[in-house]
């Protein structure tokens, strides 16, 4: 497993199309992480892109950047790990503020159960 870290927090490349995104403690995600974010999954790897997103730190987004932050052709499936009510509620407002776009994403608490549902993803899309 590779491990980078960038602005916002680390991004663990489970394989060569997942990874998992952890953002750091109190980080306000704008316009320009969101842009090195979508870089760098562009970059580093094989879409189609599976998405880890794991909240175990409390983090807030700009207006625009809810607006943008999964909005990638290559992202086609992204399960939300949580640990906090507090993760669970900022991640469904999330989800309702992009209603129009159709994100396949999911949100659980188990780590095991997330990374076999984005397997599933995988196996059982079509592209």
């Known amino acids: ?18 990874a998992e995104v952890i953002v750091d403690e109190g980080i ?12 760098f999954l562009l970059n580093s790897l094989t879409p189609p892109f599976l998405l880890l997103i794991n909240k175990k ?12 932050i999964a909005n990638l052709k290559e992202i086609k499936a992204m399960a939300v790990l949580l640990s906090t009510y507090g993760g669970e509620m900022s991640t469904r407002t999330l989800i309702n ?5 159709k994100w396949n994403i999911e949100l659980f608490q188990n780590r095991t159960e997330a990374l076999q549902w984005l397997q599933e993803q995988y196996h059982f899309q079509t592209f």
């Not at 306000?28 to 870089?39: G, L, P, Q, R, S």
Request: without cysteine; charged residues 25%.
């Open 57 to 68: 730190y409390s983090y807030t987004y700009t207006f625009n950047a809810q607006k943008i």
């Open 28 to 39: 306000i995600f704008d316009e320009i992480m969101v842009d090195e974010y979508h870089d």
């Open 97 to 101: 503020v992009n209603g129009n776009y």
């Open 1 to 18: 497993m590779e491990r980078y870290k960038l602005s916002f927090g680390e991004i663990k490349i489970l394989n060569k199309n997942l």
